[in-house]
């Protein structure tokens, strides 16, 4: 009978997992993907906890209090602009519970060759996602250095710190009884988990992220076979597999190759940044904006990481509002990589109420842009660089970009002439047609919401 319940809420689990992953694919069904997946996760708890294998339920009891702890915490007190190093904190638990869970099995008993197998590839993936989570941690709270630690040889010290790991693991799978072995193997690994993400620049975290999403799930699936748990294994490898397929959607998106992020050193401000600032750029200020905005009848408004930063979502809400009273048409375009997580600004507009089907995919909107009055950037930078079509020396170069360059007038609200993520000028800046709002998000917008609101009073 109890297996029996095992079996019907691993099952359920298992398809709410797949759901899960099918409705977060778009704003409209997110929520519902969360509930799918919270659900899945509840039945699969449940239906472990009933598995006769369970010995003491205090154990569990201290686990679940102590979990929670520190996870509800986390997701009430972290803001919004902090959700990568969140997830990357959260990876480090898990990443550790797989490892240490394969190390418990491990000296538990002598496991056979397959299992052993199935316990060195837990737990190395697990050790090295641990640390190069916590890593990745450190450097997105910048309690550690976020620039790029280089020096000569790196990569084969680092590959000689894996290869001996690999080496001492694949020796303990036929040699499983050589118990000392294994706290070298796992100081190893740990080790190579740490000098994996030191070379790596801070802002090319959230693409390392969802690589050791993609490790920490395997690690799961790994563990799935070394206890014969199948619901692990369709989790494990579901996490994995969506890990892996987020970091090359952001690889692409960004036309960056895996060894560009992981050995390419980007994000340090070029030379040529700093030269062009000398550049002349036109200026306005909010009052000239707000009557540039009232005149016009499509608008379309480019979020970036800045409008995170300033979170000036509920003001541009705000905007969208009065704008769309007086009878202009405002939509949305969404670059893939805008700001610095997949779907940043999707679930930044969210917050604000912003009706989703204002929202545009870049493929989806692009060919809009020459018949908008208005392109209105709000802290976005890189994504509109034209550059990144012809320039063949910029970091971007053959990144596609929104093109806010074919609206009759551009407008950029930024604080200042400094560079984005990839610490390069653009060229948007300097063309005639561009004004920029130098400010605050935040404040900017609310001055030029002041000045319509004063336009329609008077
Ligand atoms: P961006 O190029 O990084 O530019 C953001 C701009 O926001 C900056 O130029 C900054 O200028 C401005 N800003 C910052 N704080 C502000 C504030 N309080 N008010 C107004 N403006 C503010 O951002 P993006 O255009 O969104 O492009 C994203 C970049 O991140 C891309 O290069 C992408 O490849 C990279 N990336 C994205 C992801 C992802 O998953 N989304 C992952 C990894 C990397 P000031 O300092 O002058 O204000």
Known sequence: MTDHFVRISYL???????????????????????????????????????????????????????????????????????????????????????????TAEYYRHTPSTFV?????????????????????????????????????????????????????????????????????????????????????????????????????????????FALDNKLLIIAGALDGSSGFIL?????????????????GAFGQVQASAADARKKLVRSALAEEAAEILDSSRLVIVVPGYGLAVAQAQHKLRELFDVLTKRGVDVRFAIHPVAGRMPGHMNVLLAEADIPYDKLFEMDEINGEFTQADVALVIGANDVTNPGARHDKSSPIYGMPILNTDHA???????????????????????????????????????????????????
């Open 12 to 102: 359920l689990a298992a398809g709410l997992f797949v759901l899960s992953l099918k409705w977060m694919s778009a704003p409209q069904t997110s929520r519902r993907g969360v509930l799918a997946g919270e659900a899945g996760m509840l039945l699969a708890i449940v239906g472990t906890l009933v598995r006769h294998e369970v010995v003491d339920y205090q154990w569990i009891l201290v686990a679940f209090v102590l979990g929670s702890a520190i996870g509800v915490p986390l997701a009430y007190l972290m803001p919004m602009t902090a959700v990568p190093q969140r997830t990357a904190i959260s990876h480090a638990f898990g990443a550790l519970a797989a490892a240490l869970i394969g």
């Open 408 to 458: 009759r007038t551009v407008m950029v609200i930024k604080r200042s002439m400094n560079p984005g993520f990839a610490g390069i000028d653009n060229e948007l800046y300097y063309m005639d047609k561009t004004l920029m709002l130098f400010g605050d998000a935040k404040a900017f917008l609310s001055s030029v919401v002041k000045e319509l609101a004063a336009v329609k009073a008077g």
């Open 247 to 263: 970091s090359i959607i952001m690889c692409r998106a960004m036309n960056r190759s895996f060894t560009n992020v992981l050995f």
């Open 116 to 224: 052993m197998t199935a316990l060195i590839t837990e737990t190395l993936l697990g050790f090295v996602t641990f640390t190069g989570s916590l890593m990745a941690f450190g450097k997105l709270q910048e309690i550690l250095p976020t620039r790029p630690i280089v020096y000569k040889g790196q990569n084969v010290v680092n590959l000689s710190i894996l290869a001996g790991a690999v080496m001492i693991g694949v020796y303990l799978i036929f040699n499983p009884t050589q118990l000392w072995l294994y706290p070298i193997f796992a100081g190893m690994a740990l080790l190579f988990g740490v000098l994996l993400i030191v070379p790596i620049g801070g802002a090319d975290m959230p693409t390392v992220i969802a690589l050791l999403n993609s490790y920490a799930g395997l690690s799961a699936c790994a563990m799935g």
